[in-house]
């Protein structure tokens, strides 16, 4: 027998009854205020509510069917105040077309629900961790992105060297990541001048921070005046508000200094290190990682985008002390000039030597899978996909966890996928929260054991 299905559509103006919403609690306060209103109105006119409401009631049930008549009298009488409240909130808030109503009721269901998501702390910089951060929001509203003011070069340089402020190239890229849609203002964020004399090659979002920089004294209130314009998911900081600038000493010994000139060298990096040496970092930074339930290294350039921001002492201080679940996104490709050769365990290397701690992860995230066919620029420049070199870092007692991560574009160059990253990541963490769980449960069930054989 052939089993028949029905689908039951629910009408869209029903969604302002789904869950989580937090405004059927106040449907209710409004029904009674407006009951209590009117029945105070009543007596204040002498009109004697409650005999008259018992006489129309006592008539009613004589003459209707009392079923049909109470089913009717709900449904109507819901649905004309649900379309009035709507209605006049629709009025405040100035949506008359029918998409806006739409998207309003969307944008406040998906920002209600994600309030809940976990506490994440993304550190890095460049345009790893932006790419990052559009497929983590999804997940969370409570996202702090970490980013690097190591940055001397194009745009965000030019600012730092005429203007004295930190590097808005990075910053500016993780609030339009951030942002809660991709609309006007958003593409306005990330718009760069062709053309201009003192303007070509600027970013309006770069000339815009600084601007606002300019205007509240530091960087911090200006990322957050210019986070309320994008109204983004979550908040951008600064590692440091000192004048960090990179330098690197090299295999044969030499010093390079500045950022965009180390991946220049040719040569290649024993070590990083920051001018001034001992960089303080955002209280706000600190804060975060303390509070945080899982704390995301990378992706991103390893010593222009993610280690820079392990130099800061305390920030890799506070990393290892965390008890948050903790992993490294690995880069697909090696990097010419920063990873040549390098393996996912040289990436890891890396960073434990530069941070100075242990337990600064519990797992590597890498790439498993690439298409046939790759850009022949990546030969041309001596960039190779990144071996994952698993008995290297498992020794060190580190996971690993291995998936398809990339996105190919029309050149055939891969990148890192947004929503694969944030579903891999998302995976992840809800695995290890559900072993710790068991891990409790298994603990206490010992523990019983141990008390009932005691006694």
């Known amino acids: 027998m052939k089993k028949i299905s029905y689908k039951i559509r629910m009408p869209k103006e029903a969604g302002w009854l789904l869950p989580g919403l937090q405004i059927k609690r106040w449907f209710g306060l409004i029904i009674l205020g407006t009951v209590v209103a009117l029945l105070g109105l009543c007596v204040i006119f002498n009109m004697k509510p409650v005999y008259f409401a018992v006489g129309m009631l006592k008539y009613i049930a004589v003459t209707v069917n009392q079923d049909l008549l109470g089913i009717i009298l709900v449904l109507v009488g819901a649905y004309v105040f649900l379309m009035g409240w709507k209605n006049t909130n629709y009025s405040i808030l100035d949506l008359t077309e029918e998409r806006d109503q739409h998207a309003l009721l ?12 976990p506490k994440i702390v993304a550190v890095g910089g460049g345009t790893g961790l932006s790419t990052m951060l559009k497929g983590i929001k999804k997940l969370t509203n409570n996202i702090t992105a970490v980013v690097t003011v190591g940055d001397d070069g194009g745009s965000s340089g030019r600012l730092r060297q005429e203007m004295g402020i930190l590097p808005p190239g990075d910053i500016r890229n993780c609030i339009a990541a951030l942002a809660d849609d991709e609309d006007l203002v958003t593409k306005l964020f990330q718009y760069r001048f062709k053309v201009g004399d003192g303007l070509e090659g600027h970013s309006f979002g770069n000339l815009f921070l600084t601007a606002l920089c300019s205007i509240t004294g530091n960087m911090v209130r200006a ?106 996104v690995c880069n697909i490709m090696t990097q010419p000039g920063e990873t040549t050769d390098y393996t996912a365990g040289d990436h890891v290397q890396a960073i434990l030597d530069h941070a100075g701690c242990s337990h600064m992860m519990d797992a590597v995230l890498v790439n498993n899978s690439l298409p046939e066919e790759l850009s022949p620029d990546y030969k041309n420049s001596n960039s190779y996909p990144v071996v994952v070199d698993t008995s290297v870092i498992k020794a060190k007692n580190i996971d690993i966890v291995s998936t398809r991560l990339y996105e190919e574009n029309e050149q055939k160059y891969v990148r890192h996928s947004p929503q694969r990253l944030a579903r891999a990541i998302s995976y992840w963490y809800k695995k290890q929260l559900k072993n710790k769980n068991n891990k409790v449960d298994s603990d206490k069930l010992h523990k019983s054991k141990r008390i009932i054989k005691e006694i």
Do not use: H, W
């Open 106 to 117: 969307e944008s406040l269901y998906k920002r209600r629900k994600l309030n809940y998501g």
């Open 223 to 328: 990322v957050q005046e210019s986070s309320k314009v994008l109204n983004i998911r979550g908040r951008v900081l600064p590692s440091t508000l000192d004048d960090m600038k990179l330098a690197a000493e090299m295999d044969d010994g030499s010093i390079v200094e500045g950022e965009s000139n180390i991946p220049e060298s040719g040569k290649k990096i024993k070590r990083l290190f920051t001018q001034p040496a001992n960089c303080k970092p955002l209280p706000e930074v600190i804060k975060a990682i303390k509070e945080a339930d899982l704390i995301i290294l990378g992706p991103g350039s390893l010593y222009t985008s993610v280690i820079p921001n392990l130099l800061i002492k305390d920030i890799s201080v506070a990393i290892s002390k965390s008890k948050a679940k903790k992993i490294y």
